[in-house]
């Protein structure tokens, strides 16, 4: 694959963060995602909180398996360490990083079918060791380097471009995070980027993983009338709140609407997806609760987004595994290998 470095302009008077650097400092390399992919407005997100943040590029670690959603990482933070594992395999390669390096800020960038289908156990286990990462899925329903299969998150009923119609029951992320322990589940749109930058940066800054599903359509293979992902069934289940305008399908689809609102978003085949926004007053320390909200509100065709669940006080997985504070690089040969002895008194723990 040839990557199209992105030209660079520096002109006078360019807004900086406390670190000197501009919003460009933090952009990647020009996506090659079909134009109007909702992954590209993930990356204008993902650039705009690190910006704000002022992370510096070298102390991030950017992961990601394959599909779509794993080319993210080429697009954000060029200066950034960077690691693209095989289908599925991307949390175990997070494992490794921050075991050999606490100090690195790791971001997972994955889809519904790098997560829910072939890498489902290793999502798991990322989310009940709780490492420290941001594991963020770029969810459209479909394998769109294949060519618009359904993927483990296209609910049952819904159509694919060809007109099968999907006769096994979707895996929800969110729902799944907090049953499995999670320690921060959310979700988001693509076009919401007054919601999304916030929700990455809660992610960024949680001590654990911090899970985030955003709903990000597939222009090519799965916006059509049919596609719960396009949600089309909606319209004659809801009043709209607030309407979106049509968008052209060359452009990104973007929305804003206020916390305890519902959008009907349309989308480039002009059917629709219901988005519901949390309400000010929601208690998302609460379990339970989140899962009878996410329950409550599935029934009613509505896609919950906000921040569902959060809990800072579960051990993360450094505290766990009681991983090294000093990162593996900086230790002498010694501290690396200690002798046979070491692993003799090991052996015997393990009895």
């Not at 997972?108 to 709780?130: E, K």
């Not at 959310?186 to 990455?200: E, H, M, N, T, Y």
């Not at 305890?260 to 309400?279: C, M, P, Q, W, Y």
Request: contains cysteine.
């Amino acid at each position: 694959m040839t990557w199209i470095t992105k030209p660079k302009v520096d002109w006078a008077g360019q807004q900086r963060n406390p670190l000197g650097l501009t919003i460009r400092d933090y952009e990647g390399v020009m996506s090659t995602l079909c134009a109007g992919c909702g992954h590209d407005s993930v990356t204008a997100a993902l650039v705009q909180a690190f910006w704000e943040m002022a992370i510096r590029p070298e102390q991030v670690i950017k992961l990601s398996g394959i599909g779509c959603s794993s080319k993210t990482p080429a697009y954000f933070l060029g200066g950034a360490h960077g690691f693209n594992s095989v289908h599925g395999r991307m949390p175990s390669i997070a494992t490794g990083a921050l075991a050999a390096h606490r100090d690195l800020i790791a971001v997972g960038i994955s889809g519904d079918g790098d997560s829910l289908s072939i890498g489902m156990g290793q999502f798991a286990h990322a989310v009940r060791r709780n490492i420290n990462v941001l594991y963020l899925i770029e969810n459209n329903g479909v394998y769109g380097l294949t060519k618009g299969q359904f993927s483990a998150s296209a609910d049952c009923g819904s159509k694919s471009k060809r007109g099968v119609e999907s006769r096994q029951q979707a895996i929800d992320p969110v729902a799944t995070a907090i049953t499995l322990g999670g320690s921060f589940a959310a979700r988001s749109f693509s076009g919401d980027k007054k919601q999304l930058v916030p929700l990455i940066k809660a992610g960024l800054s949680h001590p654990g993983c911090a899970v985030i599903d955003v709903i990000s359509p597939c222009v090519t293979f799965n916006d059509h009338e049919g596609s719960t992902k396009s949600y089309a069934f909606t319209r004659a289940h809801h009043e709209a709140v607030t309407e979106a305008d049509l968008v052209e399908p060359a452009e990104a689809i973007e929305t804003e609407y206020d916390w305890g609102d519902a959008v009907n978003v349309t989308v480039h085949d002009g059917s629709t997806i219901r988005f519901k926004k949390l309400e000010p007053d929601y208690d998302w320390s609460s379990r339970a609760g989140a899962l009878q909200y996410l329950e409550h509100h599935r029934e009613r065709g509505e896609v919950v987004t906000g921040l569902l669940y959060r809990d800072a006080d579960q051990p993360d997985f450094h505290t766990i595994a009681k991983t090294a504070k000093q990162p593996l690089r900086d230790m002498e040969y010694e501290q690396l290998c200690p002798g046979s002895d070491a692993l003799t008194s090991l052996q015997d723990r393990l009895r």
